[in-house]
């Protein structure tokens, strides 16, 4: 039987247009025992979320916002209660627990008449503490009315910025722990801004930009990483740069968050930000340079005012896959083989990153050595072999298949 229970947070008459009021809150269980809690917001905020062990609960905390009552209700196992907490310019939810559970990071969802906030929660007898996924927003560059790069027998941009993105999606989507954010996932056309408000709005805790380039030199070759700085490391960055801002940019509306204002507010954020970010740049550098099909146009981690890298709290890096004007970049990125190989680096690099800038909520908290995978229709233990940069033998050996078949749905252990 379905439960709904809804209770209402009124607020103190606002003192500043531009307060942010949480006005909603609703718990619905489904016929799953899946449980979802939202708030009403009046726009896009900046939100910090985090769980506790001794004792279990889950704390929400919105930034430059207003609560009116500071409140206690009880819910129904395994939500003990949600209390309400005025801290200065933070609002701050507590969600009491009686166990511990898998949670999502609360989402943001604009509507016409603001933005719904919510996360799910789901009861887990196994859990030592609550476990949450790691999201990853994935940026295929480009995409519609802006094709990017244009190469020979007119290979385009956008398209292999969205095969890339498809093969380190479909890695993430089924590696136990991640939980992959498409920005776009077909051809069309997203604005500049849009695409990192997005990220914000699906709470990632990573993006990844995936972009291949083109240069009136066919020589020019090489796969690059980016990380976002006012300043240049390169003229081929102050290109890069300027050709990006050729896409319409868009408008930040009423409900969006502001990134710019946020760097200036929030400046010791922003500085943990782009330190993750080179960390992070400097993972996926490092991988592809362990790729032998993929040759470096740079050997450092590049700087660039890419503006879709200007989350001022994400840690958030551009990929340039290679130069699809270059004869030997272009053949490698029209086949799936090469294409892979870049999604891989990826994949490799985010995970060696969060060995090093772990969250303590993950799956991976303390399984960081290994990954499991979950083989899918079409799967051959040859082509997971790739995908991971392991040897068959190996994921024979750690699995104990004794050439048994693998099937569908199966849970394999892959160490990386």
């Known amino acids: 039987m379905q439960k709904i229970y809804i209770f209402l ?26 449980i979802e809690i939202s708030f009403s917001l009046d726009k896009v905020s900046y939100i910090k979320s985090y769980s506790l062990t001794e004792p279990s609960r889950i704390i929400i905390e919105v930034n430059d916002s207003i609560l009116k009552s500071q409140e206690e209700k009880p819910f129904n196992f395994p939500i003990k209660q949600i209390s309400t907490l005025q801290d200065g310019p933070i609002s701050r939810i507590t969600i009491d627990l009686y166990e511990y559970v898998n ?7 604009k509507t016409k008449d603001g933005v719904i906030l919510s996360l799910d929660i789901n009861r887990s007898k196994d859990n030592t503490n609550n476990i949450r996924d790691i999201i990853v927003s994935i940026d295929p560059g480009h995409g519609g009315k802006d094709p990017g790069a244009v ?16 093969e380190l999606e479909r890695t993430l989507r089924d590696v136990k722990g991640y939980k992959p954010v498409m920005i776009r996932e077909d051809d069309s ?14 709470g990632a805790d990573i993006s990844v930009s995936i972009h291949a380039d ?46 710019d204002e946020a760097r200036a507010s929030f400046e010791s954020v922003y500085k943990i930000k782009v330190n993750n970010s080179k960390v992070l740049g400097n993972k996926i550098l490092s991988e592809l340079r362990n790729d032998p099909y993929t040759k470096l146009h740079k050997k450092t981690v590049e700087f660039a005012d890419f503006r879709v890298l200007k989350s001022f709290d994400t840690p958030s890096v551009l990929v340039e896959a290679g130069f699809i004007s270059n004869p030997d970049d272009a053949e490698r990125l029209k086949g799936k083989p090469g294409r892979r190989m870049i999604a891989r680096s990826i994949f490799l690099g985010i995970h060696n990153y969060f060995k090093q800038n772990s969250i303590n909520e993950s799956h991976f908290e303390n399984n960081s050595s290994f990954v499991l995978y979950e083989i899918q229709k079409g799967d051959v233990l ?3 072999a790739v995908r991971f940069g392991v040897t068959v033998d190996e994921i024979e050996q750690t699995n104990m298949l004794n050439n048994k078949s693998i099937y569908p749905g199966q849970i394999i252990k892959v160490n990386i």
Not at 152 to 164: G, R, V
Not at 189 to 202: G, P, S, T
């Open 382 to 384: 040859s082509e997971i």
């Open 151 to 166: 190469g020979e027998n007119n290979i385009l941009e956008k398209d292999i910025n969205l095969l890339i993105a498809k």
């Open 9 to 34: 947070f009124l607020f103190f008459i606002v003192q500043h247009a531009s307060s942010n009021e949480v006005s909603l809150i609703q718990v619905k269980e489904d016929k799953n025992r899946s």
């Open 103 to 109: 949670w999502t990071k609360p989402r943001q969802i």
């Open 214 to 259: 083109g240069f009136r030199l066919s020589s020019v070759k090489g796969a690059s990483v980016y990380v976002w700085s006012e300043n240049y490391s390169s003229v081929t960055a102050e290109n890069l740069s300027k050709k990006q801002l050729k896409s319409k940019i868009g408008e930040i509306g009423k409900k969006d968050f502001n990134e």
């Open 189 to 202: 056309f997203i604005d500049l801004n849009e695409r990192y408000l997005k990220a914000r709005r699906e």
